[in-house]
């Protein structure tokens, strides 16, 4: 059983910064990489960031392309995903998701095999 929780989220004004964090229990994580998706209210869940758990190696949508960064500390099986100048339409539940390609590139929520229950942001205007 694999458990993915998810914490960071919260209310911050147009142009500010939040962290997400997500830890990962219950396997050995060396061989997956990571992912962040979002849901915005009535849009379909898409991808933000992945990074290859071993190597390092990172992708991001387009949308957050020099906004977000995320990262990883191995000895705390945990993934963050640092957002700075967040506009209101960051809006969303942030989900952390795991799988095993070694691909790092956009991804949808259909190649996932672990996923979090979210955790909302709301950017203000």
């Known amino acids: 059983q694999v458990q993915l929780v998810e914490s960071g989220g919260g209310l911050v004004q147009a142009g500010g910064s939040l962290r997400l964090s997500c830890a990962a229990s219950?396997?050995?994580?060396?061989?997956?990489?990571m992912n962040w998706f979002r849901q915005a209210p009535g849009k379909e869940r898409e991808f933000v960031a992945r990074?290859?758990?071993?190597?390092?190696?990172?992708s991001y949508a387009d949308t957050v392309k020099g906004r977000f960064t995320i990262s990883r500390d191995n000895s705390k099986n945990t993934v963050y995903l640092q957002m700075k100048s967040l506009k209101p339409e960051d809006t969303a539940v942030y989900f952390c998701?795991?799988?095993?390609?070694?691909?790092?590139?956009?991804?949808?929520?259909?190649?996932?095999?672990?996923w979090g229950k979210g955790t909302l942001v709301t950017v203000s205007s």
């Open positions: 219950g396997r050995t994580f060396s061989s997956y990489t």
């Open positions: 990074i290859r758990w071993s190597g390092g190696s990172t």
């Open positions: 998701a795991a799988d095993r390609s070694l691909r790092v590139v956009p991804t949808t929520p259909a190649n996932m095999d672990y």
